[in-house]
């Protein structure tokens, strides 16, 4: 990645469904930076990006975010990415509990047709819950050390599975989503939480 640009700076930057004057000024050009070297962004793509906060997501994903009933999540701050700014692959979103923000990208984040059918807004919203959970971010990454099997992805995973458990997804639904993410040595992780979610 380019580290040598520095993200613009304006007086008011690009921002949609940001309340209050602190996160218009300090942490928006903060995000800004970390995004502009993150993504390794040309000069302008981050005014691209947009920014809103947790508690103001549209319609669609309401019942994903009020679903963790957690009130330190309404500043959390979600980054929609434009599809030629995605740097993740396959994945459509990625959280950084530590800075309270979530990467989506915006062909997945506007989808009509079955929104987010897979919750990873609830899996990423509950990365920055088990991050507030714990006592510092040594102990959360010390917990993300081997994937997807360590306690952190447990807590995520197992809250997205909830959600889509209680909104009517079965158990064979679910793996089959997986199936196009992940590998065969992944699932006796899954399986574990599967079996534990579907046995309550």
Known sequence: MNREKDAPQTEEPTASRITGPEKRSSRILELHRHLHEYLDLNEGDVDRITLLNAINLPENYQKQFKFLNDKRLDDVIIAVVPDNLWKKGRATSESDAEKKLILIKKSSY??????????????ELAHCQKFFDLKSAEEY????????????????????????????????????????????????????????????
């Open 110 to 123: 506007e989808t009509q047709e079955n929104p987010d059918e897979t919750a990873w807004m609830v899996h």
């Open 141 to 200: 990454y010390k917990n993300l050390e081997t994937y997807p099997d360590n306690p952190v992805e447990e807590y995520t995973f197992t809250k997205q599975f909830e959600f889509l458990k209680e909104h009517g997804k079965s158990r064979e639904s679910i793996v089959g989503l997986l199936e196009k993410l992940y590998h065969e040595e992944d699932f006796p992780f899954f399986n574990r939480l599967l079996d534990r979610v579907f046995s309550k």
